[in-house]
C-alpha cells in the first residue's frame, strides 16, 4: 500500500491511467496497472513508460492520489541504491550544480537583484524566487512589478525535483529546513511565479512530510490581475497576436487557478491564445521530469520533442509558457532540436505590454546551461557509481 496513497477513496476505475498521455493503456490496462501498483506485485508498464507528469492525480475523479504509488516505488528504488553521480549536477542543494554556474555569468544588474533577493526580509507580502526565477532574475526587472518585493536565495529550493523522483528522505529534511527559516516571521502572503512552488509550499511540504507554515500562498498570475483589476497594472501595447500555451505538470493538479487565470491575463495583454491538441488537465509535460525514471538525457529529449511538435502544430509563431522551470527546459531544447516557435515567459509578454522589452537574455543563458551539463553532468553516464543525498548542502548566506 503507497505511504501517500488514499486506498478508501479508490474504485479501481483506472480514468487516471486510461487518460494519461504517455501510458496508452486500455481501459482493462489501466485497472489491471493500478491494482498492481496498490498490491505491489504489478504496474510494471506504468513504471516503464512513466515520465513522472503528475496528471494522473488531476485525472483521478475521487483524489486517491494515485501519483504518490509511482513515487512511492522511486523512493524505495532510491533507499536501496542511491542516485547516479550524474544527476547530481542537475539537483538544488548541491554544488557544483548548473544553476550555480549560470549565476557566474551573469550580468552586473541581475547579481544585483540576486543580492537584493537575498538581503530582503521575508514579510509581509513578498514574492518567493525559486531556483528557476533565481536563474532567470532578468524576467522579473520590471517597473510595473517594483510593488511586490523580492525575498529568497538558493538555500530555500523548495525541493520540487526529489519530490518528483520519490526521494522522501531527502523531502523530509527540505521541510523541517524551510519550517524552521521561516518560522516566526511575520509574512502575511507569499507570491509563486512557478506553480511548482506554489504546490509544493502549499499542498505537499505539509501534507506529506511535515512542514509547517502559517502564510497564505498565492500564485503570481492571481496578483498580476488583480492589480489590474485595481488599476495599478495598465497594458498601454496589446499585442494583438495568436500565441498557443504551455500548461506545467504543476498547473494540472491546481487546476483553474493556475490553467485560467493565465490564459485571462494572456487575453487582457491582448493575446489570442490557440490551443494545443492537448491543453489543461491533457497536455504534454516540458519533458524534465522523463528523467525521473532512468535519470537519463534520451528520456528527457524524447518528451521535449514531443511537446514541441505538438506545439509546432497549432501554426502560431510563439508559445507561452507561465512555468519558469519548464521556460528553461523548452529553451534548452529548442537548441537541441533547432527552429519552430519563439518560447517566451508571460513575463515577457507583460513587459512588452506596458512597455519595457525584456532584454533577449534566455538563448545564450539556456546555450551556456547546455554546454554546462554536457561538459559536467554527461561524462558521467559511463560511471556506475552511486550516491545517498545524507545531508543537504545548502548554500551559506
Known sequence: MGKFFHDDRCTRCGECFTRCQYLDLSRAEAVEEIKGLISGSGGDKVMKRCVSCYACDAFCPTDARPYSLILDRWDQRY?????????????PYHEPNYRGDVEKKMSPRERELLAQWQGAPAEGEFLYPGCNLLTTPYLFDLRVLDRLPVSGDWSLCCGEPFYRMGLYPVMEKIAAHLTQYYADQKIKKMIFICPACLNMFRTVLARDFGAKFDFECEFLGTWLLREMDEGRLTVTRPLN????????CHARVLGDEIMGQTRELMRRLGLTVVEMKRHHEEGLCCGIAAACRTYLPHDIVLASRRTLKEAAGTGVPEMGIYCTGCYLMLNIMRHV???????????????????????????PRTRGILWNI??????????????????LQTRKK
Open 374 to 391: 554536457t561538459t559536467k553532468a554527461i561524462p558521467k553516464m559511463a560511471s556506475l557509481k552511486r550516491y545517498f543525498v545524507e545531508e
Open 241 to 248: 497576436r495568436a500565441i498557443t500555451l504551455h500548461d506545467s
Open 79 to 91: 533507499r536501496k541504491e542511491g542516485l547516479p553521480v550524474r544527476a547530481s549536477y542537475l539537483l
Open 337 to 363: 532540436i533547432p527552429g519552430g516557435q519563439e518560447l517566451r515567459h508571460t513575463l515577457e509578454f507583460l513587459a512588452e505590454a506596458t512597455g519595457q522589452p525584456a532584454p533577449g537574455v534566455v538563448k
